[in-house]
């Protein structure tokens, strides 16, 4: 499991409830899990600023299927302990995936001003890269931190046909390499060439092809595509490779799931110490404001009073 916040230029806003409950609803692949969309929209509808929601998902590498109800719910709220939330929708529709898209309005509704509550800075990101950790390893869910799982290709999946071709070529050439048809990077570029497969960048530890008939980009990284001159330096970078997974295997899980968890409640208290200060300064001006609001009122209550007694007179 990942967990990605979603950028957006213009702040977003209702176009966001609109994104995860569009026509997956009705496909059956999107489902309201918590929270309530009517009462979401009317809030982010009053908020004036650019600013309007904190947008994102948890992404899984498992299917929704196999992830009961409640463990999806213990997950969101020891999430929303961890940032806070409000909407969450249920996507399966990529091959049936889990996705847990969240959409936080960044609005303080005692006061009405703008509260964000998560900001691309080293304390927010620690606290949201230390609690996926600590829940990819209590629930045994796929953790990209896990060296035997590292992904070698970098390409759009968007494009689901493409990235198809992209997963078949590097599987063939995984499958060349073991059989040692291929004992080379060099040589591996020149099979590829032949093959009128493109290719336009390299780099040290990766190569960036396009396939025929495309005009893609899909980089492939590390492993076998990291430069190596014969088929012992290759040997001897998948040794280092199987050391670092045997060691990330045999851990104490129990003692690490702890220490993230320390860490983690660490941090939440330093943001609810700094969030209550803002808090209570923002209603102190806020209830100020209501009072100088309310002795206006009156003043030009008694005014209008006046006004119509002289009219009487």
């Known amino acids: 499991m990942i967990v990605k916040f979603l950028p957006s230029k213009s702040g977003g806003g209702i176009g966001s409830v609109n994104y995860v409950l569009n026509e997956r609803v009705q496909q059956g692949t999107a489902k309201i899990l918590k929270g309530d969309e009517a009462q979401t929209r009317a809030i982010i509808s009053q908020i004036t600023k650019k600013q309007k929601v904190c947008f994102g998902v948890l ?9 009961s109800d409640q463990t999806k719910l213990e997950i969101m709220a020891d999430f929303e302990r961890t940032i806070l939330g409000d909407l969450w929708v249920q996507h399966e529709d990529k091959g049936g995936r889990l996705e847990l898209n969240f959409i936080i309005p960044k609005i303080d509704l005692v006061t009405g001003t703008s509260f964000n509550p998560f900001f691309y800075s080293k304390p927010d990101l620690t606290r949201i890269d230390l609690w996926k950790k600590a829940v990819n390893l209590e629930y045994g869910f796929s953790d990209p931190d896990d060296p035997g799982r590292k992904n070698t290709i970098s390409a759009s999946k968007k494009d689901i046909k493409n990235y198809a071709n992209v997963e078949a070529l590097d599987k063939t050439l995984h499958e060349l390499v073991e059989a040692g048809m291929i004992k080379s990077r060099a040589q591996m570029l020149e099979l590829l060439r032949n093959e009128n497969i493109q290719i336009s960048r390299e780099t040290k530890n990766s190569i960036t092809v396009i396939l025929p008939g495309s005009t893609k980009k899909n980089r492939l990284q590390g492993g076998i595509y990291a430069d190596f001159k014969d088929a012992r330096e290759l040997e001897e970078r998948g040794a280092e490779t199987i050391r670092r997974i045997r060691q990330y295997h045999n851990r104490d899980i129990q003692s690490e799931i702890q220490q993230y968890r320390d860490q983690i409640n660490e941090l939440v208290s330093k ?11 923002k209603t102190r001006k806020h209830r100020a404001k209501s009072r100088i609001d309310i002795q206006k009122d009156r003043t030009l209550s008694q005014a209008d009073q006046r006004l119509q007694m002289d009219d009487l007179s």
């Open 271 to 281: 943001r609810d110490e700094y969030n209550i200060g803002e808090f209570e300064l």
């Open 59 to 67: 992404s899984f590498q498992e299917s929704a299927a196999r992830i």
